[in-house]
Nanobody
Framework: QVQLVESGGGLVQAGGSLGLECAAS????????MGWYRQAPGKQRELVAL???????NYADSVKGRFTISRDNAKNMVYLQMNSLKPEDTAVYYC??????????????WGQGTQVTVSS
C-alpha cells in the first residue's frame, strides 16, 4: 500500500523554527532517495531538500543553511528541521521520493501535505 503522511506544520513568526515529519510506506521509502517538496499558492511544486538512502543531502539554494533533512531508515521516516523561517517559506510541504534534477512532475502519488505559514 502506497502511503505518505506529513505532519508538523503550523503558524510561526519570521525567524522561528518548525520540524516536519513524514511517515512513508516501505514501497516508497525503501532504498530510495527521499525529498521534501513545497508548493506555494500560484506556484509550481518545488523540491527543497533531498536525502539519499545513505544519508547524503542536497538543498535548494533558497533553504540552504536554514533547513536540515534527515531520515530514519528503521522507521521509514523523513524529517525536515526548518530554522530562520521567512515569509517566503509559506507553502504546503510534502514528502516523496526524489531524484536530483527531476523536479516533481515524474511523481504520481502524493500525500495530503502539511501547511507551513510564516508571518512577518
Amino acid at each position: 500500500q502506497v502511503q505518505l503522511v506529513e505532519s508538523g506544520g503550523g503558524l510561526v513568526q519570521a525567524g522561528g523554527s518548525l520540524g516536519l515529519e513524514c511517515a512513508a510506506s516501505t514501497s516508497i521509502f525503501s532504498r530510495n532517495a527521499m525529498g521534501w517538496y513545497r508548493q506555494a499558492p500560484g506556484k509550481q511544486r518545488e523540491l527543497v531538500a533531498l536525502i539519499t538512502s545513505g544519508g547524503n543531502t542536497n538543498y535548494a539554494d533558497s533553504v540552504k543553511g536554514r533547513f536540515t533533512i534527515s531520515r530514519d531508515n528503521a522507521k521509514n521516516m523523513v524529517y525536515l528541521q526548518m530554522n530562520s523561517l521567512k515569509p517566503e517559506d509559506t507553502a504546503v510541504y510534502y514528502c516523496n521520493q526524489a531524484k536530483i534534477g527531476y523536479g516533481s512532475s515524474w511523481l504520481v502519488y502524493w500525500g495530503q501535505g502539511t501547511q507551513v505559514t510564516v508571518s512577518s
